[in-house]
């Protein structure tokens, strides 16, 4: 057999290349991950939720208001709204911009 000797190096070769793949929780801290794996957050969505200044303890009431876009609770976040009246305006079908001026103007979404 003249393929003798390709299998096992195609073998190491395979292997090895799994060993330097990138984890797809690169750039999470290590000791994050686990808290962002209970809240179901995938690594994109942490990444995205780090990079605007939240942690997981952050994340979760958001989360647990059934903001499950980060973009939405940050969005939500910046304007100054708790995740309570964020989904209180949202459930309503109104979006950040119009909560925004609305609770400006001193109105409520009750």
Known sequence: MKFRGFIPIALAVLISGCETAPSPWAGVPYQNIQAWRSLGVEPPAARQY???????????????????????????????????????????GYTVEQATEYKKKGLTVE
């Open 50 to 92: 780090m990079s605007n200044g939240f942690e997981p303890v952050d994340a979760k009431p958001w989360l647990q208001m059934g903001f499950n876009i980060p973009l939405q609770a940050i969005q939500w976040h910046r304007a100054g709204f708790t995740p309570e009246q964020a989904k209180r305006w949202a459930a309503k």
